[in-house]
């Protein structure tokens, strides 16, 4: 037998939560002004390693990359930001007329890590990057997006934590500080971190070898190099968030794995109770340069992107309800001629935005009941020869026992006109006029 590959897996049983969690992250996107967009799942490499940063983690030992058979080096996509600022330029968004353009997307991101829990190569991410905004307010407003998202969610006891890298200026000056702080501790650090202190020393701070390191635990905080009107900025998110009612922790420590930031960065955590070490299930900040450096306009921009894998996982210990699969009528069978009638009456109910379903196996009577269990059915229609004859089914309420006869002409209004009766708790219906 083919098994699905290392790091894979099928969402079976889960869809419900995959369904609320995305049903949620279009409705909250829209509060927010963010529109959908989707980009390829692959991407020329070249765009992660001018993004998201030659020395990261991600780009040096994780993306996926192949040779295509005209010889183009693609990669499947690590992240969603890199693609979406490629998009952004090359589909000229810097030039619409609304500003900032806001995008959200939801889809699969793939990297090549050690699969442990809340760890996958191939994971799904619901993010959101907006473009055109430098004012703090925006950082600030990203970062009360992603928090009503887990508020419609109901997920408690999650953390912001936030920082500040500041602006060129004050990244240059950090660089130089963490490279003067690491000098004399460098050579008993992992070949990594020595890699590291040469080309990028703030990689140092996310090494998973070395986490624990005296060095790293001492190491400056960004905050004390950042430039006055730096500083200025990240007590301007602190104002935007205190005033939107957004608790947040101020975290030196936070420098994130991608190199393009500046300015804020943020994760949002639950607890290690919950998930263990990957506990992050949101990450992001404010990338100014990054459209510039794909040769785009000058353009700031500041997004997030969630984790799916693990908000899920975190919503299961949590017991969040996901929509229970539901049919409106389910249509009980006795009889070929029955057959043909209960797809004429299922079609046009289903036209009319009923879920109907029936059997299709020629089960019996017992066996056709507990399909309509199983379906989670409100009403069980049956329909045999005679009932062919006589133009009426006979309508059992499964929620009261309640059992009727109801002309084929009228049935389709009558399971309406009792589904919207104030007792019906359906959860999971489009039906106009029906109680939600
Ligand atoms: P990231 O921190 O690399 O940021 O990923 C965001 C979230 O994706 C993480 O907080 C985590 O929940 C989830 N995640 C990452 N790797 C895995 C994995 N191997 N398995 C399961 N879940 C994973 C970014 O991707 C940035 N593009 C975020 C961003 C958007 N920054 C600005 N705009």
């Given at each position: 037998m083919i098994r699905?590959?290392?790091?894979?897996?099928?969402?079976?049983?889960?869809?419900?939560?995959?369904?609320?969690?995305?049903?949620?992250?279009?409705?909250?996107?829209?509060?927010?002004?963010?529109?959908?967009?989707?980009?390829?799942?692959?991407?020329?490499?070249?765009?992660?390693?001018?993004?998201?940063?030659?020395?990261?983690?991600?780009?040096?030992?994780?993306?996926?990359d192949f040779e295509d058979r005209g010889g183009r080096i693609n990669t499947l996509r690590p992240e969603g930001t890199a693609g979406v600022v490629r998009a952004f330029i090359e589909n000229k968004l810097y030039a619409e007329k609304e500003i900032p353009q806001k995008k959200y997307y939801l889809g699969s991101m793939f990297r090549y890590e050690r699969p442990q829990k809340g760890r996958f190569r191939e994971f799904r991410q619901f993010g959101a990057e907006s473009f055109g905004a430098a004012h703090p307010s925006a950082d600030a407003e990203i970062i009360a997006?992603?928090?009503?998202?887990?508020?419609?969610?109901?997920?408690?006891?999650?953390?912001?934590?936030?920082?500040?890298?500041?602006?060129?200026?004050?990244?240059?000056?950090?660089q130089k500080a963490l490279k003067d702080h690491f000098k004399d501790h460098i050579g008993d650090m992992c070949r990594d971190c020595q890699k590291r202190y040469k080309e990028n020393a703030m990689r140092?701070?996310?090494?998973?070898?070395?986490?624990?390191?005296?060095?790293?635990?001492?190491?400056?905080?960004?905050?004390?190099?950042?430039?006055?009107?730096?500083?200025?900025?990240?007590?301007?998110?602190?104002?935007?968030l205190e005033v939107m009612n957004i608790p947040f922790i101020i975290d030196h420590n936070l420098v994130r794995g991608l190199d393009y930031y500046t300015h804020t960065v943020f994760e949002i955590k639950v607890s290690?109770?919950?998930?263990?070490?990957?506990?992050?299930?949101?990450?992001?900040?404010?990338?100014?340069?990054?459209?510039?450096?794909?040769?785009?306009?000058?353009?700031?921009?500041?997004?997030?992107?969630?984790?799916?894998?693990?908000l899920i996982m975190a919503l299961k210990e949590n017991n969040y309800p996901t929509d229970t699969p539901y049919a409106h009528i389910y249509m009980v069978i006795m009889g070929e001629k029955a057959r043909l009638k209960a797809h004429d009456l299922m079609q046009k109910m289903r036209l009319g935005g009923l879920m109907a379903d029936a059997d299709y196996l020629q089960k019996n009577?017992?066996?056709?009941?507990?399909?309509?269990?199983?379906?989670?059915?409100?009403?069980?229609?049956?329909?045999?020869?005679?009932?062919?004859?006589?133009?009426?089914?006979?309508?059992?309420?499964?929620?009261?026992?309640?059992?009727?006869?109801?002309?084929?002409?009228?049935?389709?209004?009558?399971?309406?006109?009792r589904l919207t009766r104030p007792t019906h708790e359906c959860q999971d219906c489009d039906h106009k006029g029906e109680k939600k």
């Open positions: 699905r590959m290392k790091g894979t897996y099928d969402i079976t049983t889960d869809i419900g939560y995959y369904q609320a969690v995305e049903k949620q992250a279009h409705r909250v996107s829209k509060l927010y002004g963010f529109k959908e967009i989707r980009t390829p799942h692959f991407e020329a490499r070249d765009l992660y390693h001018r993004s998201v940063g030659e020395d990261t983690d991600i780009v040096s030992k994780e993306t996926y997006y992603a928090v009503t998202f887990l508020r419609a969610l109901k997920l408690k006891d999650v953390k912001v934590h936030i920082n500040a890298l500041g602006d060129k200026d004050s990244k240059i000056a950090y140092i701070l996310d090494c998973k070898v070395d986490k624990d390191h005296h060095a790293i635990k001492s190491a400056p905080k960004t905050i004390d190099l950042l430039t006055d009107a730096d500083k200025a900025h990240f007590e301007s998110v602190k104002d935007y290690e109770a919950l998930l263990g070490s990957q506990n992050a299930i949101c990450g992001g900040g404010r990338y100014n340069h990054l459209v510039e450096s794909l040769e785009g306009p000058a353009t700031p921009a500041v997004g997030f992107a969630f984790g799916l894998e693990r009577i017992k066996g056709q009941f507990k399909q309509s269990e199983h379906k989670n059915a409100r009403f069980v229609a049956i329909i045999g020869d005679a009932e062919v004859d006589g133009g009426a089914v006979n309508l059992k309420d499964q929620k009261t026992g309640e059992e009727t006869p109801v002309a084929f002409e009228t049935l389709y209004a009558e399971v309406v006109e």
